[in-house]
T-cell receptor
Framework: SQQGEEDPQALSIQEGENATMNCSYK?????LQWYRQNSGRGLVHLIL?????REKHSGRLRVTLDTSKKSSSLLITASRAADTASYFC??????????FGKGTMLLVSP | DADVTQTPRNRITKTGKRIMLECSQT?????MYWYRQDPGLGLRLIYY???????NKGEISDGYSVSRQAQAKFSLSLESAIPNQTALYFC????????????FGPGTRLTVL
């Protein structure tokens, strides 16, 4: 069963705008990760946030985690056409496997 | 060179055929994974291995088998392919267990006719 669920399923913005994607999950987690997938290619790890962290930054990426609401958000600032991809959240809980959501498809138009 | 490689990259086969997908990694990781991706369903775990002597079933192992030939090699076999196994297959590795970052190969697009 899918632990993480991304929202929205698809997002279309213009270059320079910010993009925000959300992930909700069902059970307590050890950490939450975000991955990017360019069309038909392998996933690339973007950022990992631990359950005791609330916010983390990496370049133009900002991830927040609210364990009380069982949700996370990924913010991409000043989007570029090259950011066009699908974005997945993945959660790990206890000793269980890493579980991926269904992804958000982001389209950034020039 | 890529750290995680998969062969073949594309494969078209017929129902009932046995096929093998191969994965090699140069990252020196003990943990390796096989996933399949179907449109709209995200990634689902097929099998995983924490070392050469350790093989574990994932969420959707029926119809698949694996072999961990060495630390660097992890193969996925479809003993008798069926059309609903048409999907994109990914191999991944990690240094630690499930809490760690996973590194993905480029994928194998498999079509079963």
């Amino acid at each position: 069963s899918q632990q993480g669920e991304e929202d929205p399923q698809a997002l279309s913005i213009q270059e320079g705008e910010n993009a925000t994607m959300n992930c909700s999950y069902k059970t307590s987690i050890n950490n939450l990760q975000w991955y990017r997938q360019n069309s038909g290619r392998g996933l690339v790890h973007l950022i990992l946030i631990r359950s005791n962290e609330r916010e983390k930054h990496s370049g133009r990426l900002r991830v927040t985690l609210d364990t009380s609401k069982k949700s996370s958000s990924l913010l991409i600032t000043a989007s570029r056409a090259a950011d066009t991809a699908s974005y997945f959240c993945a959660t790990s809980a206890g000793y269980s496997t890493l579980t991926f959501g269904k992804g958000t498809m982001l389209l950034v138009s020039p | 060179d890529a750290d995680v490689t998969q062969t073949p990259r594309n494969r078209i086969t017929k129902t009932g055929k046995r096929i093998m997908l191969e994965c090699s990694q140069t990252k020196g990781h003990d943990r390796m994974y096989w996933y399949r991706q179907d449109p709209g369903l995200g990634l689902r775990l097929i099998y995983y291995s924490f070392d050469v002597k350790d093989i574990n079933k994932g969420e959707i192992s029926d119809g698949y088998s694996v072999s961990r030939q060495a630390q660097a090699k992890f193969s996925l076999s479809l003993e008798s392919a069926i059309p609903n196994q048409t999907a994109l297959y990914f191999c991944a590795t990690s240094a630690q267990g499930f809490t760690d970052t996973q590194y993905f190969g480029p994928g194998t697009r498999l079509t079963v006719l």
